[in-house]
């Protein structure tokens, strides 16, 4: 008898003082802060390019992207590197805190008072015990 996969695992991260989860399955790999080249003529959040591995990946301060208030990055500073469509993107998060796995039925959708929109990144808020993390949807984020 096959069993149904009843909870996913999230990298947890932190954007102030507020945890996020993005699903394990969109993650590369968690890197420490590094030069970023700058590309001009890009959108504020869009930091610019590292070489990643001989790789060139895209970085985005995921702060300035969700309209947080700036921070200066620090020694906790990471970027969560993420794959989607044939093509690596980097985030910039004040930390990156853990790998929990949360049971379907613990995570919610978004409240529709929210009014979000079209665009909504959130995919849901998953409650572990007393701590609240929104679960952001790679896809969204990274076309809204």
Known sequence: MRTIDMSKQFVVFEL??????????????????TNITRVPKTASYIKGVINLRGEIVPIIDLR?????????????????IVHLNDMD????????????????DMIEEPPESLNIGDQNVIYGIGKINDKIITILDVEKLLTA
């Open 16 to 33: 102030g003082k507020e945890d996020y989860g993005i699903d394990i399955l969109s993650v590369k790999t968690i890197e420490k802060m």
């Open 89 to 104: 993107v980097g985030l910039i998060v004040d930390s990156a805190t853990q790998v929990i796995e949360i049971d379907n």
């Open 64 to 80: 300035e992207k969700l309209n947080i208030e700036k921070k200066e990055y620090n020694d906790n500073t990471r970027i969560i």
